[in-house]
């Protein structure tokens, strides 16, 4: 059986509205393994982003504890790639200058940074609009990107907030195919490879 990557000790969060308390979620226990696909279902409202944002970092819950690969939560959990329900795309930025923004972050060379973005642009079905910029693009196309450059930036776990709820039903199938054989291949990758750390497969939420 997969070990435990992210767990979820009798987890609360209240907010804070005009002066008032606001219970988003409480008493949530959840246990994620290595490797799962986790899905969170539910009426908007319900604290499906909050426990992404708690698990992301960027919350720190009221009551209960988070734990990702063993270690509590307390900063920004850089293992994580979130998607976030809005693209947050550079607007001076055409869609490669935007994809590359994590790879620039690591100082990738520029013929490997040229190589991945190409593939990572006809990964999410947009090859040919490489130097468009976010306002020429259609919603579903800004989310391709949003998703291209998540990825560019190779994170252990994937924290998706709705993310393809802007595509249409048939490029919503195609992704969620692709990242069904993304993760079956950072499998395959981590069991041939002592660099473990560097090779675990994401889930996603």
């Known amino acids: 059986m997969s070990e435990s990557l992210i767990r979820f000790r009798g987890v609360g969060k209240t907010f804070q509205v005009d002066g008032k308390p606001v219970e988003a979620v409480r008493g949530i226990d959840l246990e994620v393994r290595r490797g799962e696909f986790i899905t969170l ?93 976010p306002a020429q693009l259609s919603g579903g196309m800004r989310k391709r990107v949003a998703l291209a450059r998540l990825l560019a930036y190779d994170p252990e776990t994937l924290l998706l907030d709705e993310p393809f709820a802007a595509l249409d039903a048939q490029l919503r199938l195609n992704m969620q195919i692709e990242l069904l054989q993304l993760s079956r291949d950072r499998k395959s990758t981590r069991l041939n490879s002592s660099h473990v750390s560097e090779s675990r497969m994401p889930s996603s939420a």
């Open 41 to 133: 279902v539910g009426p908007s409202g319900c604290g499906k982003s909050t426990l992404l944002n708690m698990t992301a970092g960027l919350l720190k819950p009221t009551a209960g504890t988070v734990h990702y690969d063993g270690r509590e939560v307390a900063a920004v959990n850089r293992n994580t790639g979130y998607m976030t329900q809005n693209d947050h795309l550079l607007p001076w930025r055409n869609v490669v200058g935007n994809i590359q923004v994590p790879l620039e972050i690591r100082g990738l060379a520029k013929t490997a940074m040229q190589d991945k973005v190409q593939s990572l642009l006809q990964l999410v079905g947009l090859t040919g609009f490489e130097k468009s910029y």
